[in-house]
């Protein structure tokens, strides 16, 4: 093949790239480096509250001490200690986890377009929150599925408006991202019994729950366990 063979023929995107639009969280974060402008639009941690020291610190002790585990390759679910403490951490409330369950990740973005890949097709239905979080569009939507809307009001999504046949739901009870609004505790139980019978999953995105300590931050998982048995 000589040059200008090379030249002529233009890479070819797959089908699924080709529909892509542009990602709005990267327009949205494109704004906030420009040093005139206060954005409001995207949720950023405060640089100051950062544990710059701690993280130099913890840093500076595991390559001090565990440098071949910290650099090698390990098992592709996650470093069994930080699994571990995953699952003393939520086994809160009567639910119970085992590190098999854990599978660490790159952010929750990862998470979401792992979750995409292996539960939704093209065309299948999949139930969101109005308005939900941009950043779970964005990743489910590389893989086609046609979203069905879940209306909220003020006390969160309306679980009576849930329809079974779809493939998830994708679900924020603690502070909604966008409205900032919480499932309240007689909800989140109607949630957690409908997701019992529901076949197929509710999938609970919990950025924010560790901001609220109280009962209406019980996580789904949690209340399902305390549910008596046979309840629909
Ligand atoms: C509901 C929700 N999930 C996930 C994220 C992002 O999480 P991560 O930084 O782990 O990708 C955000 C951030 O805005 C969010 O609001």
């Not at 409001?40 to 840093?59: I, K, N, Q």
Request: with cysteine; proline share 7%; charged share 20%.
């Amino acid at each position: 093949m000589n040059q200008a063979d090379l030249q002529a023929k233009p890479w070819q995107l797959s089908e699924r790239a080709r529909k892509l639009t542009s990602s709005a969280i990267r327009e949205i974060l494109k704004v906030t480096e420009r040093p005139e402008v206060i954005s409001l639009a995207g949720g950023l941690p405060l640089p100051a509250t950062f544990s710059v020291e701690e993280m130099r610190v913890a840093c500076d002790r595991i390559l001090r001490y565990s440098p071949a585990a910290a650099l090698e390759y390990s098992s592709t679910d996650g470093y069994l200690p930080l699994r571990e403490w995953v699952t003393q951490r939520y086994s809160v409330n009567g639910a119970s986890i085992r590190p098999s369950q854990v599978l660490i990740t790159t952010g929750s973005q990862q998470a979401l377009d792992l979750l995409g890949k292996v539960l939704i097709d093209p065309a299948s239905r999949v139930l969101v929150e109005t308005p939900t979080y941009l950043g779970a569009l964005q990743s489910f939507s590389m893989y086609e599925p046609n979203y069905v809307q879940v209306p909220t009001d003020e006390h969160g999504l309306i679980v009576s408006s849930l329809t079974a046949d779809v493939r998830l739901l994708y679900a924020q009870p603690n502070f909604l991202n966008p409205t900032g609004r919480r499932l309240s505790l007689e909800r989140r139980t109607a949630l957690a019994a409908f997701a019992q019978g529901a076949g197929f999953p509710v999938v609970e995105d919990d950025p924010y729950g560790a901001l609220y300590r109280d009962q209406c931050a019980a996580m789904l998982a949690s209340l399902e366990q305390q549910m008596p048995a046979g309840v629909e």
